[in-house]
C-alpha cells in the first residue's frame, strides 16, 4: 500500500480496469453456489463482480504470483469466508489441494500483466522512464531480465527477441547487447530502450521502437507461454463436468495456445480444421461461441482493452 500510495503521489495510476468484464461474467455462467477460481487477480476486478454474484455457500478462490497482487487480495477479502487466496504461479493450481479435493465450477485467467505493474515503472516493465531492469511478476523468485541479457548467448537472446516479439532486427539487437554487455551491464530499462532504439531501423507508427523486445523479454523472464500451458492442462483437470473455463489473451502468441488447446481437447487435429471431430465421447471441451473481443466503447475508454481475446469452453461430462 506504501508503494501504491508513492506512485499515487508521483501521479501514476495503479489500477486496473478489469477488461471484457461482462463478457466474462456471462462466459463462466456463475452459479451462486458454485467454486470459481480467478488464477490472475491483479487488483481483482472480475474477482469483485465474481464474488458479488456468490451466495453465503458459493466459493472463490484466487491466485497471482505477483506479492503486491496477493498483498492486495489479503486486504480486501482474507475476511471474507468464501475466499481462499494463495501466492503461486497459476501452472501449479493443481497442487493446491482444496482445488483438487473439491473440483471447480469455472477458471478465469486473464493473462499478461496488470496495470499496476507496467505503471509502476520501478518493476522494470516499461520502458517509459528508468528503473531497474527487472521485469519478474514474482519478485521473490526467479532471474531479472538484467540476469537474463547478462547471462544468456547472444544466438538465445536473438531467438527470443524474434519468437517472443516477432522483432525483425533480433540479431542486430543480440549482438548489440553482447557488446555492451563486455563494457558494462545492461541493468537499466532506460539503458535497453535507448540501445534498441539505436538497432531498429525504421519505427513502426504510434510503437516505441522498444516495445517487442520488452514484451518478448518479459515472455521470457516469466515463462509466460510454460505458464499457460501448463494452466490450462491442470485447468482441464480441475474442471467439472459443465464447468467453464475463460481466458483473455493479449497477444497472438498467447491466444494461439489457447486456440490449440482448446481446439485439441475439442477433438480436432491440430493444424487441420477442416478435419472431423473425433469420436464425441473423445471430447473433453466444447467452446462456448466464438472468440470474443472488446467492443469499440470499451477501447475508447481503456485503450489497454484493445488487442483482448476473450475464450470460453465448456468441460464435457
Ligand atoms: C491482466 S492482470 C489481471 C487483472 C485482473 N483480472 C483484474 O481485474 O484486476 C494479470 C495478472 O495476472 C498475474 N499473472 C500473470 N501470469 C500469471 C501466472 N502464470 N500465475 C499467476 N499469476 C499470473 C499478473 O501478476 C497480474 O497480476
New binding site residues.
Partial sequence: MERERGAAMAGLQLR????M?DEVLEGLALQSCGRYL???????????AMLARLSDSGRLFL????P??IAEAQASFAADPRVAIRH????TMGEWPELAEGGLDGI??????????LDDTSRGFSFMGDAPLDMR??TSRGESAADFLAMAEEREIADVLWQFGEERFSRRIAKAIVERRAEQPITRTSELADLVARCVGRREPGKNPATRSFQALRIRV???LD??DR?LAAALDLLKPGGRLAV?S?HSLEDRAVKQFIRKHEGRVQGNRRAPPVEAKAALLAPVGKARFPSDAEVAANPRSRSAVLRVAEKLG
Wanted: aromatic share 6%; charged share 20%; hydrophobic share 40%.
Fill in positions: 486496473h480496469i478489469p477488461v468484464l480467478d488464477g490472475t487477480f491483479g487488483r481483482g476486478g472480475h474477482a469483485r491466485m497471482d504470483r505477483d503486491t497482487a503461486d504461479n497459476f501452472a478465469l485467467l486473464d493473462l499478461g500483466v496488470s496495470s499496476p505493474q511478476m514474482d516469466n515463462g509466460e505458464a499457460v494452466g483473455i493479449f
